[in-house]
């Protein structure tokens, strides 16, 4: 007698059940491919005792043993296509895929395993370096914000400061004000209350020599008029003063210079400190070469647009600015400054700063993609991109290649051409690079190193009848 199976030997609803089990079914621990069923351990004895069943296929038990059967021919699928990418089974072989190139599935099976291990070993050191990456990003975040901390909380204590030693500098002057105020009004009211004792004096003798100018007796008159006692010395009165009274205007005036001055020293300063937080560099690949990479600084379609402004009169304009083409009729723009007149130019809205990365589709026989600075000329040979000293262009010619121009040299650059073409700008470093995007990752055209003087904005020049050119997102 056989001892009872445990629970755990029967099929959930998320097991393989055996096929050959009648009432409770017990799980599948192995499917045959040439039977075509599923079996338990006990059921599966007799593959592993009788010879004709050593020879079956024996897989992990699965639940989809139906895919491995061709539903045209009803065979087991054993050869692989590689012109379909699929299983197929031997008379398929002979009928619709006749004359592939086919093999042995688990021939093709064996071999696609042993490219796993190479595969699995690049992709965990692709995940460690990403994760170490990440750790160095997470690290970044938090000295970015560390230090970002750091400067509002010296920021707040400098403005703190600053308060503090104005509001003493200016009690200090409210306390000298207000001394010399005391001062000059004590002096002021010093004289004033003399000179009213004097005036009181005065008109008493005034009215002395009224009352002894009307006496007749002539013995009286000469009695009084020698008894009357001496003025004393007379105050000697200020210079009248012809111009406007100034008190303490002067001091108004020193406020108000000192004032204006203190405002434009102020934001000057600020200007320049406000100028060092956009200008905060962060952990980000100064030379980037994944797509990946790249994203970090792309420019996309809805921020980089072209100016019509600078627009030659033989081109028109679609996608919301973001796309040139070149016609033969001249259009009808308004005359402007700052118009290509003699080439079929145009530049973007916009200057680039900082670190950014853009990306230009085109069709048709040629293109320019360049960066200049806008006070580059507008008429003549000069004005086209790469003929003078305030642009870089790399120009896609029409029998295939590159050539990379500036300031009238031209460099050939052999490299089969791509209809996407991306640039990279690191203004500060002034590096400038243009690549072809025709493949996963970008392959470098041209790499510039320089010093950049002035913003630079995008450019593009359409050279043929009919070509276009258009700044894309980075997909």
């Known amino acids: 007698l056989h001892a009872a199976p445990a629970d755990h030997c029967y099929a959930g609803p998320e097991d393989v059940s055996c096929d050959c089990c009648t009432g409770r079914k017990r799980k599948a621990t192995k499917s045959c491919l040439q039977c075509q069923v599923s079996y338990c351990e006990q059921h599966l004895q007799p593959h592993y005792e009788v010879v004709p069943f050593k020879k079956h296929k024996l897989i992990e038990a699965s639940a989809k043993l139906q895919e491995n059967i061709c539903t045209r021919h009803n065979e087991v699928m054993k050869i692989f296509c590689h012109d379909d990418q699929k299983c197929i089974c031997y008379l398929c072989s002979m009928d619709e895929h006749k004359g592939h190139s086919t093999v042995i599935a688990e021939a093709e099976m064996t071999k696609r395993k042993g490219e796993i291990g190479p595969k699995r070993r690049n992709i965990q050191q692709r995940i460690q370096d990403r994760e170490k990456y990440v750790t160095m990003l997470q690290q970044e975040v938090e000295a970015i914000n560390r230090s970002a901390d750091k400067a509002m909380q010296d920021s707040e204590e400098m403005s703190t400061e600053l308060v503090h030693l104005i509001e003493g500098k200016n009690s200090h002057v409210k306390c000298e004000i207000k001394s010399q105020q005391a001062i000059e009004v004590s002096r002021v009211k010093g004289l004033q209350e003399k000179l009213e004792q004097e005036l009181g004096e005065l008109r008493k003798r005034d009215a002395d020599l009224e009352k002894l100018s009307r006496t007749e007796d002539q013995t009286q008159f000469l009695h009084d008029y020698f008894s009357l006692s001496r003025l004393r010395k007379s105050t000697v009165l200020p210079k009248t003063n012809i111009s406007p009274l100034r008190y303490f205007e002067d001091v108004t005036t020193a406020v108000s210079e000192a004032r204006a001055e203190l405002l434009k020293t102020n934001t000057k300063e600020w200007k320049k400190i ?189 050279c043929y009848f009919g070509a276009t050119a258009e700044f894309c997102d980075v997909k």
């Open 274 to 462: 406000s100028m060092t937080v956009t200008g905060v560099e962060v952990l980000l690949p100064q030379d980037p070469k994944t797509r990946t990479e790249f994203s970090h600084y792309a420019v996309y379609k809805h921020e980089l647009k072209l100016d019509p402004n600078t627009a030659n009169m033989r081109l028109v304009f679609s996608e919301e600015n973001r796309k040139v083409a070149l016609v033969r009729d001249e259009q009808s723009y308004c005359n402007h400054s700052d118009r290509f007149i003699d080439k079929p130019q145009v530049l973007s809205r916009k200057p680039l700063t900082g670190r950014c990365y853009w990306e230009v589709q085109w069709s048709g026989l040629g293109l320019s993609v360049a960066v200049a600075y806008k006070d580059i000329a507008r008429t003549g040979e000069e004005s086209a991109f790469g003929n003078n000293d305030k642009s870089w262009v790399l120009e896609c010619l029409s029998k295939g290649n590159y050539n990379f121009k500036h300031d009238g040299n031209r460099t050939p650059i052999p490299a089969p051409q791509s209809p996407r073409l991306g640039v990279f700008l690191d203004f500060k470093a002034g590096i400038l690079i243009f690549y072809g995007i025709s493949t996963p990752e970008p392959t470098v055209l041209h790499r510039v190193q320089t010093t950049f003087t002035q913003p630079l904005y995008a450019g593009l020049g359409v």
